[in-house]
């Protein structure tokens, strides 16, 4: 569910913004949901003093234009939340590469967790305090502001959703917000490790518990989450004993040595011939003073033109320095589009390459 999807043409604070493949399906089921709710929801408005004529917003096509707004405004509150994230973390030093709006709403992804102590509990916190304040902020429109009601409708739809979505948020289960700060406050006390099956635990009780209630009263949606909360929990644990497993080491720990370069000038059939001995998919290239200068694929090389050289091959090389912490290397090769990472020392020149096999291998010598 990271890096696919459609990334949107604008940045909001510096931040892209994509939408997974599977919003495409989301937006128009949650606008039809809500539309087919209309004089359910505008009953229960009228019940807590906000007086809205359901039968009037029922007519035509108007619950479906409220449904629309609604379902659209649902996701930018979604966006606001993961915005207030994004931003207590670039407080803390650590960037955020993008949010992307899915099935289960958003996600912000964090380059790094801030390392401070409690401070994930801080990054987490400020998502569900931003929804609880936007909801109050529009629960303010509702009791000062006279709109029409169509507006009313979806203001308050909003303004409850925003309030639901930082109390479900709350739910102490990994990867939900409050599962964040449980394991931060835990982290205060224990290893990180330890913290992380604890509320790994909590998680697990807590999504069985769900997709129960989910079950016995026949609510699809609260089963998906409960599917989505126990899988993510799982891989939040399993991410973690990696993590812990690597910790202290480096790429150049981990990495295969003697890496096999191409020379820029190797003639296009020669380089296609090494498909036959070798078995890798794609080859670091260099210069004749050993910098590196892109990788080039097999595949491409097979209906390649001969004369064209090498160069026409080439493509931007995945490179990690071999400083960097192997964690980082493993993160970067399982997002990596080549499966390999030129590992470069800090003249820009290959020292090796970290691949698939070489991880398995490193993760065996630790056992
Ligand atoms: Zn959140």
Redesign the pocket.
């Known amino acids: 569910m990271t890096g696919r999807g459609w990334k949107l043409p604008f940045k909001l604070l510096g931040i892209p913004l994509s939408l997974d493949p599977s919003f495409a399906l989301v937006l128009p089921l949650f606008a039809w949901l809500i539309s087919s709710q209309v004089p359910a929801y505008a009953e229960l408005l009228t019940a807590v003093g906000i007086e809205i004529d359901g039968a009037a917003l029922s007519r035509g096509i108007v619950p479906y234009v409220l449904g629309l707004s609604a379902a659209l405004g649902l996701f930018t509150s979604v966006v606001i ?2 915005l ?2 994004a931003l207590t973390a670039r407080a803390y030093g650590v960037a955020t590469r993008g949010i992307t709006l899915w099935f289960l709403g958003g996600v912000a992804q964090l380059e790094d967790m801030p390392r401070q102590r409690g401070a994930e509990a801080v990054v ?1 916190i400020v ?2 305090i931003t929804s609880a304040v936007l909801g109050a902020l529009l629960g303010m429109l509702l009791t000062t502001l006279t709109m029409p009601a169509g507006v009313t409708f979806v203001v308050a739809y909003l303004a409850i959703t925003n309030v639901a979505l930082a109390l479900f ?1 709350l739910l102490p289960a990994l990867p ?2 409050g599962g964040r700060v449980l394991r931060s406050l835990l982290a205060l006390f224990l290893s990180r490790e330890r913290a992380t099956l604890i509320a790994g635990g909590v998680s697990q009780v807590l999504a069985i518990g769900l997709g129960v209630y989910g079950f016995l009263s026949l609510n699809l949606l609260l089963m998906a989450v409960a599917f989505f909360v126990y899988n993510a929990g799982r891989a939040e644990v399993q991410a973690e004993s990696m993590r812990s497993a690597f910790e202290g080491r480096r790429v150049a720990d981990g990495m295969g040595r003697d890496p096999i370069t191409i020379d820029i000038d190797m003639p296009v059939d020669r380089f296609r011939a090494l498909r036959a001995w070798k078995t890798h998919p794609c080859y670091p290239v260099v210069d004749p003073d050993g910098q590196l200068l892109g990788v080039a694929r097999i595949a491409d090389a097979e209906g390649a033109d001969d004369d064209a050289g090498l160069h026409a091959l080439l493509r931007p090389a995945e490179t990690i320095g071999a400083d960097e912490p192997l964690e980082v290397g493993v993160r970067r090769l399982a997002a990596s589009e080549l499966g390999r990472l030129v590992v470069t020392d800090a003249r820009g020149r290959v020292v090796g390459i970290l691949g698939k096999a070489d991880v398995v291998r490193a993760l065996e010598a630790l056992r």
């Open positions: 939340h993961e207030g994230h987490a998502g569900p948020n939900l917000d």
